[in-house]
């Protein structure tokens, strides 16, 4: 498994942005899928974005449509780190947000939680309207 702490979350009004960032332990970083989630009150846990490497250097990205065009996810393997970028913020992203990672190094970007066996502890978010 993969040790993984987040940082960035807070209070945004509507409209603005914030940064997480993810870093994470382990000598194949390069191989990790790794995926952005989140989970409201009463709410499923939900996928919001995913990335992973090829030779270390092609990123594929992935998201989920209601943040499509908003958030962005990039990743530093020299630095073994994981950044979600969030633009446009709504109220309804209002959310803690989880860093996972899939270090099985598999060839897709998998949508469910039970697709990542390591989670960070999470980062709330808050977007005031």
């Known amino acids: 498994q993969v040790e993984l702490t987040e940082s960035g979350g807070g209070l945004v009004q509507a409209g603005g942005s914030l940064r997480l960032s993810c870093a994470a332990s382990?000598?194949?970083?390069?191989?990790?899928?790794l995926g952005w989630f989140r989970q409201a009150p009463g709410k499923e846990r939900e996928f919001v974005g995913g990335i992973r490497s090829s030779g270390g250097i092609i990123h594929y990205t992935e998201y989920a449509d209601s943040v499509k065009d908003r958030f962005t996810i990039s990743r530093d393997n020299a630095k073994n780190s994981v950044a979600l970028q969030m633009n446009s913020l709504k109220p309804e992203d209002t959310a803690v947000y989880y860093c996972?990672?899939?270090?099985?190094?598999?060839?897709?970007?998998?949508?469910?939680?039970?697709?990542?066996?390591?989670w960070g502890q999470g980062t709330q978010v808050t977007v005031s309207s």
């Open positions: 382990g000598r194949t970083f390069t191989r990790y899928t």
């Open positions: 996972a990672a899939d270090s099985r190094g598999g060839l897709r970007i998998g949508r469910s939680r039970y697709d990542y066996d390591s």
